[in-house]
């Protein structure tokens, strides 16, 4: 399709699809400049990673697989209904 062709069609848009249409590009533009932009990084252990230990020294996580037990547990525990008198 030839860009006259293109022009063409999106003037005869609506001026809210024209709207749309701009936006569009304009994020396009932006999304394609940050991708030129950026150098692919070289990946990092997943040990190096900063999260990584971030809980290492909070009490309830010594033992991490009973805390998401009892979390669960709490979670999702059927409430009972309450039934309503009118």
Do not use: S, Y
């Amino acid at each position: 399709m030839e860009l006259a062709d293109i022009a063409r069609q999106i003037a005869q848009l609506p001026p809210e699809a024209q709207q749309q249409v701009a936006d569009f590009v304009a994020f396009l533009r932006v999304r394609h400049a940050a991708r030129r932009g950026r150098v692919k990084p070289g990946r990092t252990p997943l040990g190096d990673e900063p999260f990584v230990g971030m809980w290492r020294d909070r009490e309830e996580m010594r033992e991490g697989g009973a805390w998401v037990r009892a979390f669960r547990e709490r979670e999702w525990r059927v409430q009972p209904q309450h039934e309503h008198k009118d």
